[in-house]
């Protein structure tokens, strides 16, 4: 009897904790499929959705703000359709922001402010004084505001708040909670696998979104890269944008047909007109390669550009330098092609595709004609899209394709009179200040950014622009990128003088700013690639001498005579030069030190007292 006993209470208490375990289970079940529907938090990158084209982010609103402002690139029109700007920066403090473009319609584009939201203290701000109107989308709270005629939307999502355009916050919450939309960093992730940036000001991430219903021809350019991340600092006078791009053969991408090209040197500079609107400039070191994707590219945009006889690598050879180029002129547009060949052109070749009815020799050049039937651009197709060339000379082994006879006969006299983006210090400084080795180089004046700001109604203020430049050198796997755009923008009168003073020679380095001693005013020192010297000052040569060695690194200014006076010091590869405020050579100068390869100069005054030392 008591063994049955105590077999029943065993028997008795493993049913209870078998209950006790499965209704623990259970519970545990239920909680975890609860907090599995719960929606996640959301962080900034979440609230961004994937028809955005362009994110900037930053962790320092204010100073980006401030800069923006003091760079005025964006028109009053832009500033004054978000009037909570202002009232952002002192509740975002350092916390990092997003802001994001939408392009709605060809020509119509919305923005959206991602923002801590800080509680209600933040939406306080930005609807006091205002007009507010909510109402329910998709189960969300939607504020509509009017302020000073000015509408947008705000909307509390998690820990953020949305400001900006109602249509593109709508599209945030249908992504958020009806999964209708895919999100950016999801589109974009290649762009968030790239190599690690720290903006100074911020980071901008873009993303085109591909039209792929678009119609397609041969003078239809196909997309530029599938995407870009770049870094930026930003001041008064200039934005610099340091970052990757990337090519996308499935979306035929145009840097796609640079994939297998080494970077190198662009020096068409030497014939480019200093007045150009626009130019880009590329080096390709393997023409074949290039061609082979050319066809495949022209063949995923059903354009019908198959490369011209004889124009092939085997008339090319294998390393090409191509500069492409737009001049306005008065009601009409000269363009022309320069092409640089490490292979002599084959004369008889051309003739072979030469109207023989025509030519016309002018300033010491045969021009010639292509006969109706052939289309060179076809060779170059799509640098050359929306261009046919007519006309064709060499000048200094550079063989020279033009749209006009008039065209032809413009280079010439420009290259003639050194009329020259190398001969213009306006240019010659702009440039040197981006990178001097790249597999594609445009540049260009406000003019073309103000058609593409007009076509796509963008609220640039592009009368800021002065000049820009971007460009693009492969790296393997993806395309290091710089850009540059100027926004100091001198009187009209200056730009006339800096426009006209020619050089005997383009700039070899970047020109130095220095001061003028009797009226502290800044002046221009630089040597051009004849070894020449210069000082410039409000757009005229003060003097120019010939040095006849290059100088090494920079030059200094130094009170070398103790005479309250600022002379120049610089080093050659063999020598210590120092000349003074004219160009002369001062007495017991240059040191001359044979068999020496120095490559800069420093310069140092421990106590402020004159006594320099030079280290070489």
């Known amino acids: 009897p008591r063994i049955f006993v105590c077999n029943v209470c065993i028997k008795n208490v493993t049913m209870r904790a078998l209950v006790i375990t499965a209704s623990i289970l259970l519970t545990l079940a239920v909680v975890i499929f609860w907090l599995i529907t719960l929606?996640?938090?959301a962080e900034p990158w979440d609230l961004i959705t994937s028809d955005a084209w362009l994110v900037i982010e930053t962790?320092?609103?204010?100073?980006?703000?401030?800069?923006?402002?003091?760079?005025?690139?964006?028109?009053?029109?832009?500033?004054?359709?978000f009037p909570f700007l202002n009232r952002l920066p002192k509740w975002v403090g350092n916390k990092k922001l997003l802001i994001a473009a939408y392009r709605i319609s060809p020509g119509k584009h919305e923005v959206t402010f991602v923002v801590p939201?800080?509680?209600?203290?933040?939406?306080?701000?930005?609807?006091?004084?205002?007009?507010?109107?909510?109402?329910?989308f998709s189960g969300a709270n939607i504020s509509d505001i009017t302020v000073q005629k000015e509408t947008y939307s705000a909307c509390s999502m998690d820990d953020y708040l949305l400001v900006g355009s109602a249509i593109s916050i709508e599209g945030v919450i249908r992504a958020r909670y009806e999964g209708s939309k895919a999100l950016f960093k999801e589109r974009s992730s290649e762009l968030f696998k790239m190599a690690s940036l720290k903006g100074?000001?911020?980071?901008?991430?873009i993303k085109p979104i591909y039209q792929t219903s678009r119609k397609k021809s041969s003078s239809q350019w196909?997309?530029?890269?599938?995407?870009?991340?770049?870094?930026?600092?930003?001041?008064?006078?200039?934005?610099?944008?340091?970052?990757?791009?990337?090519?996308?053969?499935?979306?035929?991408?145009?840097?796609t047909l640079y994939r297998d090209q080494k970077p190198?040197?662009?020096?068409?500079?030497?014939?480019?007109?200093?007045?150009v609107e626009w130019a880009s400039q590329h080096y390709i070191s393997n023409f074949p390669k290039w061609s082979s994707r050319k066809a495949a590219l022209a063949k995923a945009n059903d354009a019908k550009v198959s490369t011209p006889e004889p124009f092939n690598s085997k008339f090319f050879g294998n390393e090409l330098e191509l500069a492409f180029y737009s001049v306005s002129v008065r009601d009409t547009i000269d363009k022309a092609i320069i092409i640089k060949s490490a292979k002599p052109f084959d004369t008889s070749a051309l003739r072979s595709v030469t109207d023989t009815s025509f030519n016309d020799s002018y300033a010491g050049y045969s021009i010639a004609q292509f006969n109706a039937s052939v289309k060179p651009e076809n060779a170059f197709w799509p640098i050359t899209s929306h261009t046919h060339f007519r006309y064709y000379f060499v000048l200094d082994g550079r063989l020279v394709w033009a749209e006009t006879l008039r065209s032809a006969k413009s280079l010439i006299d420009r290259i003639q009179n050194e009329q020259t983006v190398s001969k213009s210090l306006a240019w010659s400084t702009f440039l040197s200040s981006i990178a001097q080795e790249a597999n594609v180089t445009l540049f260009g004046t406000r003019a073309v950014l103000d058609h593409f700001a007009a076509l796509e109604s963008l609220p640039l203020a592009t009368s800021q622009v002065e000049q820009f430049?971007?460009?693009?050198?492969?790296?393997?796997?993806?395309?290091?990128?710089?850009?540059?755009?100027?926004?100091?923008?001198?009187s009209v009168q200056e730009r006339k003088v800096e426009a006209n003073l020619q050089l005997l020679a383009s700039a070899s380095g970047a020109p130095q700013l220095v001061i003028n001693h009797t009226t502290n005013e800044n002046e221009i020192f630089l040597q051009d690639s004849l070894k020449n010297e210069y000082l410039i000052a409000k757009g005229k040569i003060?003097?120019?001498?010939?040095?006849?060695?290059?100088?090494?690194?920079?030059?200094?200014?130094?009170?070398?005579?103790?005479?309250?006076?600022?002379?120049?010091?610089?080093?050659?590869?063999?020598?210590?030069?120092?000349?003074?405020?004219?160009?002369?050579?001062?007495?017991?100068?240059?040191?001359?030190?044979?068999?020496?390869?120095?490559?800069?100069?420093?310069?140092?005054?421990?106590?402020?007292?004159?006594?320099?030392?030079?280290?070489?």
């Open 39 to 41: 929606p996640v938090k």
């Open 59 to 81: 962790d320092h609103p204010q100073q980006l703000l401030d800069k923006v402002k003091a760079s005025g690139i964006l028109s009053a029109k832009a500033l004054s359709k």
């Open 117 to 136: 939201s800080y509680g209600s203290a933040l939406y306080d701000s930005i609807t006091k004084g205002a007009s507010v109107k909510t109402r329910i």
């Open 200 to 205: 100074d000001d911020g980071n901008v991430y």
């Open 222 to 255: 196909p997309d530029w890269p599938d995407g870009i991340v770049y870094d930026f600092k930003a001041n008064s006078s200039q934005v610099l944008f340091n970052g990757f791009a990337f090519d996308s053969l499935s979306k035929s991408s145009l840097l």
């Open 264 to 275: 190198g040197a662009l020096t068409l500079a030497t014939m480019i007109p200093s007045d």
């Open 469 to 490: 430049a971007v460009n693009f050198s492969n790296l393997g796997e993806n395309f290091y990128s710089a850009c540059l755009i100027k926004l100091n923008k001198p």
């Open 542 to 616: 003060l003097w120019q001498s010939s040095l006849g060695e290059f100088i090494e690194g920079q030059a200094h200014q130094v009170d070398y005579l103790k005479n309250d006076k600022l002379q120049y010091i610089f080093a050659t590869k063999e020598s210590l030069q120092l000349v003074d405020r004219l160009g002369r050579p001062v007495t017991g100068f240059p040191k001359m030190f044979a068999g020496k390869n120095f490559q800069r100069l420093s310069v140092v005054d421990y106590y402020q007292s004159r006594n320099y030392r030079f280290l070489l």
